[in-house]
């Protein structure tokens, strides 16, 4: 019997996970900014400034929370690859 040696495939470089990461959530930010932009396009003059303003934080807090998960997620495919 042969011993076995592991494969070593060269670990991906910072920006090579980081073009993973963002090639995985550019529908999500395309999707997001769209429903702002029309949001804010389509805003009656009265509503400006108010609920509009919570809507955006949300989103922008939605947004954090996937780059968060996916960051996450990436990180321990790494692992679990090593």
């Known amino acids: 019997?042969?011993?076995?040696?592991?494969?070593?495939?060269?670990?991906?470089?910072?920006?090579?996970?980081?073009?993973?990461?963002?090639?995985?959530?550019?529908p999500k930010i395309d999707q997001v900014v769209r429903q702002l932009v029309e949001r804010a396009v389509d805003v009656p003059e009265a509503e400006e400034f108010g609920a509009i303003d919570l809507e955006f934080r949300d989103a922008g807090q939605e947004l954090v929370t996937d780059v968060r998960q996916a960051s996450l997620a990436s990180r321990k495919k790494g692992v679990r690859g090593q």
């Open 1 to 26: 019997m042969s011993p076995t040696t592991p494969s070593t495939s060269p670990l991906p470089t910072c920006d090579e996970r980081i073009e993973a990461v963002m090639t995985q959530l550019w």
